[in-house]
């Protein structure tokens, strides 16, 4: 038994000491302090953080997922992560989180800060292919098989299509200066000058081909619709409604005019500014005001006989003023005395509804009207709509346009703005509705609740001969609805039986109608060629090398792009990158009756940079394509009904690929060989060779490439058999025609030659095909 | 819809000294506007010039076999001989159960006056086209010349 030691207070031996030194307590161990700090902070085991808790805080996968972990240990875990290698992987945020609506809603602003969406975004994005094109986000396709179904609804229903990516500039100022301003930048001989007497009402819209500055013929920009705000004084204000690929430039073209910055909405404290500055340098266009007022309007399309049906079931005019008094946009208008007309408008409106094609009505009518809310209007179920017909409509009627027909109170930018913030949502309309209308389905169009709102109506009038396209064929209807009520019109039409379609809609009525879509001679049209290449030389050179078409067996120099340029310098004396585009009407009507009559064409000027666009009909069987080849034919290709078909070509690369792969091949092997020694020589290297995922294709496939399709084409015009005069930029079967249709170019010249051999047809040739086909020629007079 | 090119020569004749402001002039381009159509329906049939011969005809034997009583055919200028045509083509196929009544009329069509230079505005003229309007009824019972 070992004696016990206590301390003497208690009766044992030991002494304790009074008072303790900590300063020498400490020193005496600080040895093992400094130890045991050292192992904390650095800890000789690399141990993870969580596995640092204590084990009743400790879950099942914890690495895999840190919401298990603490908040406070979360960062270090993740960063922890980074440097082991994985990156760490968040979870999806849950469904029903991401479908909050305020998180939806950041979430959808987050993803228009890329491209701009259109209001009726959300409903077309659930059922088209939505792509990415002049800074918009734009409905391309619909999901469903509908590409005949959509030209059935343009030449015998009606087809909608959103367009408000057409932006909306307000010209503002003297007649005369605007003329002269148009004067710089349109030709007399293209058409109707923007201040022409036919336009200056403002019953018509009209079109102009606008240049840039002083280089007509060259440098086209577009076709631009536009007319005229009739008001009182001799400010008038004219509106243009630009395409988004040519926006930019016409912007710029008109600011420099009138060399003022921008100005929009938020730049006008700016502008002031500047005002003592920009009146040194003001020139004679300094009295104009442009505007551009982008997003203030929606625009939709709609095509087709029956779209007046589908306007005069889904819009109902107002007619009495006592009904909408209440309405605040109205309390504005007559504060500022201003006639609407409503009666009367709605009168005409009325009287027109039981026409069965919009082309019976005068061309380009501009109607301003009055209506209640389309949702007032809208059937219970998809109805087919069709027009009352009990009274034959007078001629009178539809020859006379009544003066007082298209002033609208939408030009009014306050106007739409009042509208748009008084705007009912539909979830208040449908609790409205349930509050009030306590029998379901009885309405009361003239509830004050829901503001009436202004809209114009501008008539298409479709084909207008009848030698050309069936007469009609295209007629439609374009609405501008003041915006945010675009969606409520939008579905008011679909429940009447308007089928919805998207650009692709867009460019096969162009098609159909035998026009020029984005025509090549213009900034817009060339982007969109070199789109068009690119995506199809992407996909030519995705295919294996055994199933890809060998062009330059075929005698294709460049398959996937109109070579305007080489087309011009082997068919002219010039040698510059300069075209254009013939759209001189005269011009082109007497190339039209010289070819129906086979006589010499009229000599022009520029003819060498000259293009002149034809419609090309095939006679008999054969299908034709984008980037066909249009050819100059022999006297004989016509009379006897033999085939004519291009001979193989060598391919003199050949060779050269298979000898560049061999030698590739090679090099890859030995490249090979050396990794494995590599390898096996330091064993410890463990270092993942790192894919490089960039997009650029190496040397050795660009050089395979260029094999394949090689880029420097010298000369197009005597690579076949028989002479390249042009190419087709739009071919496919037409349904209008039944027959195999295209929208081309050929070079001015070459039409020239093709009249003195006394013929008018010519060969077309597919890029895929060695067989040549014969097919009828028409000049495009509008194009 | 109907074409009216082939007789407009012979209208031209006519109104010379009376309109000559119908003249094509170096002003104005002529654009045509479609005509309007009396009534619409799955029995009424437009004969034009563009549309298929063969195609109508079958459409109208369809019609009349599925059990319509009656269609009406109407035509307009050149087409007028086509619709007679195809009237009394169904007529013979349908020999002793279909009858035909016959009306003609005039039809005003309207021509749009597109100005071709700045100082002139639109204008429209009124041309009187004639038209026929056939009926075609089945006077025997469905299925009695079978």
């Known amino acids: 038994m070992e004696p016990m030691e206590f301390d003497a207070a208690l009766g044992g031996k030991e002494h304790l000491p009074h008072s303790a030194n900590s300063l020498k307590f400490a020193a005496s161990r600080s040895i093992e302090i400094a130890a045991m700090t050292e192992s904390i902070l650095r800890p000789s085991k690399t141990k993870l953080i969580f596995q640092s808790l204590p084990i009743h805080m400790r879950r099942r996968v914890m690495s895999h997922n840190c919401k298990r972990l603490p908040k406070r240990l979360r960062e270090g875990h993740l960063e922890q992560l980074k440097k082991s290698g994985q990156p760490p992987k968040q979870k999806r945020p849950s469904r029903k989180y991401r479908r909050r609506p305020t998180n939806l809603l950041e979430e959808y602003n987050r993803r228009q800060r890329r491209n701009v969406w259109l209001e009726t975004h959300i409903w077309h994005a659930k059922r088209f292919h939505m792509i990415e094109r002049w800074g918009h986000r734009l409905a391309y396709r619909p999901c469903d098989k509908a590409f005949r179904a959509c030209y059935r609804a343009t030449s015998a229903h009606c087809l909608l299509q959103d367009i408000s990516y057409y932006t909306p500039i307000q010209i503002k100022g003297p007649i005369d200066i605007i003329k002269d301003l148009f004067s710089n930048i349109t030709h007399s001989s293209c058409g109707l000058n923007v201040c022409a007497k036919a336009y200056l009402n403002g019953n018509r819209e009209g079109t102009v081909k606008l240049y840039m500055p002083n280089s007509y013929p060259y440098e086209f920009i577009g076709k631009i619709d536009f007319f005229w705000i009739s008001t009182d004084n001799d400010q008038k204000e004219l509106w243009l409604f630009v395409h988004p690929s040519q926006i930019k430039i016409v912007e710029k073209v008109l600011y420099k005019f009138v060399s003022t910055i921008k100005t929009d909405q938020s730049d006008e404290n700016t502008l002031e500014n500047i005002y003592p500055k920009r009146r040194k340098i003001s020139t004679k266009y300094s009295d104009i005001k442009v505007t551009t007022m982008a997003g203030q309007f929606t625009r939709f399309r709609l095509t087709g006989p029956k779209s007046h049906a589908v306007l005069v079931q889904s819009l109902k005019c107002v007619d009495n003023i006592e009904i909408v008094q209440s309405n605040d946009w109205i309390k504005y208008i007559l504060k500022k005395n201003v006639d609407l007309f409503l009666k009367e408008k709605s009168e005409y409106w009325n009287q027109i509804s039981p026409l069965n094609s919009p082309s019976q009505l005068p061309p380009r009518l501009v109607i301003g009207l009055v209506t209640k809310d389309p949702r007032w209007s809208r059937p219970a179920k998809r109805t087919k709509a069709r027009t009352t017909q009990d009274t034959p409509i007078a001629t009178e009627k539809l020859i006379n346009i009544p003066p007082y027909l298209c002033t609208s109170p939408l030009w009014d930018k306050s106007v739409c703005d009042i509208v748009k913030s008084k705007k009912i949502t539909n979830a208040k309309f449908i609790a409205h509705l349930t509050e009030n209308h306590l029998v379901p389905g009885e309405i009361n169009e003239d509830d004050p609740t829901l503001q009436s709102i202004p809209i114009v109506l501008i008539q298409r009038p479709g084909s207008q001969h009848s030698d050309y396209k069936k007469i009609g064929y295209g007629s439609g209807w374009d609405i501008i609805i003041p915006s945010g009520y675009g969606l409520p019109f939008w579905l008011t039409f679909i429940m009447f039986g308007a089928r919805s379609g998207g650009l692709r809609e867009t460019e096969n009525l162009a098609f159909e109608m035998g026009e020029c879509y984005l025509p090549p001679d213009s900034e817009a049209g060339k982007l969109e060629e070199k789109r068009i290449e690119s995506e199809l030389k992407d996909k030519y050179f995705k295919k294996p090398p055994s199933k890809r078409v060998n062009y330059i067996k075929l005698a294709v120099p460049s398959p996937f792009i109109c070579p305007w340029n080489i087309l011009l310098k082997d068919w002219g004396s010039n040698d510059g990158d300069k075209q254009f585009i013939l759209r001189e009407t005269s011009i082109l009507h007497t190339l039209q009756d010289c070819l129906i009559k086979k006589q010499k064409v009229p000599k022009i000027e520029n003819s060498d940079y000259c293009l002149v666009p034809i419609y090309v009909q095939i006679l008999g069987k054969g299908n034709l394509t984008k980037h066909a080849t249009i050819c100059l034919p022999e006297t004989k290709d016509i009379s006897s009904g033999k085939k004519l078909m291009e001979p193989h070509h060598e391919d003199p690369n050949k060779k050269l690929r298979k000898q560049k792969r061999m030698e590739h091949r090679k090099y890859l092997k030995q490249m090979r060989r050396k990794r494995i020694k590599l390898r096996k020589t330091q064993v410890n290297v463990n270092q993942k060779l790192k894919r490089k995922h960039n997009s650029k294709p190496s040397e050795y496939v660009k050089a395979m490439r260029e094999l394949w399709l090689p880029s420097n084409v010298e000369s197009i015009r005597n690579v076949g058999v028989r002479e390249v005069i042009g190419f087709v930029t739009h071919g496919a079967f037409s349904f209008s025609e039944s027959k195999s249709c295209g929208v081309g170019y050929i070079a001015y010249n070459a039409l020239v030659k093709l009249n003195s051999n006394a013929l008018n047809k010519v060969l077309v040739r597919n890029t895929t095909s060695r067989q040549y086909r014969l097919a009828n020629v028409n000049i495009i007079k509008s194009p | ?146």
Do not use: W
């Open chain 2, 1 to 146: 819809m109907s074409e009216i090119m082939g007789d407009e020569n012979i209208v031209k004749k006519k109104q010379d000294h009376k309109n000559p402001k119908r003249f094509p002039n170096k002003k104005h381009v002529i654009k045509k506007r479609l005509p309007v159509r009396p009534i619409e329906g799955d029995n009424v049939i437009y004969v034009t010039k563009k549309t298929n011969f063969k195609a109508q005809l079958d459409k109208c034997c369809d019609l009349l076999t599925k059990g319509e009583n009656e269609i009406i055919l109407h035509g307009l200028g050149a087409a007028i001989q086509r619709c007679c045509n195809l009237a009394l083509q169904l007529e013979i196929l349908f020999s002793g159960t279909c009858q035909i009544e016959v009306n003609t009329g005039t039809v005003d069509v309207i021509d749009d006056l597109e100005p071709l230079t700045d100082d002139v505005d639109f204008g429209a003229q009124v041309r009187h086209t004639s038209s026929i309007h056939i009926r075609i009824f089945r006077t025997a019972l469905l299925g009695a010349n079978k």
